[in-house]
């Protein structure tokens, strides 16, 4: 079985240029998480699709940022107009809750940085 | 020039020697918390997790636990190996499925 898949594991982008990443979860979680993680720090979510559900976007810091997840299984996640400060390693998470543990299976994560 | 930006904190031990590494969380009606290690270039991997019902849940080599009164988490790793070496964040389960995360903790293993 498979895991969590990212791609592409690095992308290098211009000021002002859209960019999208992508999250194939492992099949049949029904979970996903987007986070946000700038060197030297911690995890910073950023959005969570759980099954048919609304998506939890608190976490997206701008109207830049948005995502989605088609069929319930693969998720982009597209930053508009990039900025410098959006250079980070953005990762990707799935999960199911089973027996009362959240057990998070996260992606190798995609380095984006923003010249 | 000196670099301006945060620092993780970081821990050094040797091998064979029990490493604590300490988290305090921000909430108080988080009831679920979990333990990560994440290795150089990799995603973050779940180590063990515990809920607020409990104080203490020991897993292979290693052991969280809970003190609600402070809101402190700590894990124990025993007999420390140089595999071990990584960075380690708690994350605390504060509304829904919103989990937040500790900046890390650098374990750094001495041969």
């Known amino acids: 079985g498979a895991g969590v898949s990212q791609s592409p594991s690095n992308k290098v982008t211009e000021k002002g240029k859209d960019v999208e990443l992508r999250c194939d979860p492992i099949s049949g979680h029904t979970a996903l998480y987007w986070y946000r993680q700038s060197l030297g720090q911690g995890l910073e979510f950023l959005i969570y699709f759980q099954g048919n559900s609304a998506p939890d976007k608190s976490g997206l810091p701008s109207d830049r940022f948005s995502a989605e997840r088609t069929g319930g299984s693969v998720s982009t996640l597209t930053i508009q107009r990039t900025q410098q400060e959006d250079s980070a390693v953005y990762l990707c998470a799935s999960s199911f809750w089973t027996s009362g543990r959240n057990e998070q299976f996260f992606g190798p994560g995609t380095r984006l940085t923003v010249l | ?111």
């Open chain 2, 1 to 111: 020039g000196e670099s301006v930006g945060l620092h993780l904190p970081t821990l050094s031990v040797q091998e064979g020697d029990n490493s604590i590494i300490n988290c305090a969380y921000s909430n108080s009606a988080s009831d679920y918390f979990i333990w990560y290690k994440q290795e150089s270039g990799k995603g973050p991997q779940f180590i063990i997790d515990i809920r607020s019902n409990m104080d203490k849940r020991q897993g292979q080599r290693v052991t969280v636990l809970l003190n609600k009164t402070v809101k402190h988490l700590s894990l124990q790793i025993a007999a420390t190996q140089p595999g071990d070496s990584a960075v380690y964040f708690c994350a605390e389960l504060y509304t829904g499925n919103q989990f937040y995360f500790g900046t890390g903790t650098s374990l750094t293993v001495i041969p």
